[in-house]
């Protein structure tokens, strides 16, 4: 998972990409994860250009996040539980 903004990546990039990596995922589900995680430096990379603060970046990551969090933990419960 490359990161797009580099040493100005975010800090909450960084504990997203360790958390998305530290959780068990068959490989094609793997790399939609990876997919996720790109859109999110993406959209990281572009609020960095527009002259946001990091901060702010961070905020705004962290909470898309979390819902996208959610929804990955249920399905996956739901994957294992069939």
Known sequence: MSAVLGSKSPHA???????LDE???APAV?????D???DLTKLAATLHKLGIAEQEIDRH????F??????LLRNIERMTSV
Do not use: T
Request: glycine share 8%; no cysteine; net charge positive.
């Open 30 to 34: 793997r790399e939609r994860v990876r």
């Open 13 to 19: 990039l960084d504990g997203i990409k360790r958390e």
């Open 36 to 38: 996720h995680y790109e």
């Open 66 to 71: 979390g819902q996208y969090r959610v929804a």
């Open 23 to 25: 959780i068990a995922l």
């Open 61 to 64: 990551v962290l909470e898309i």
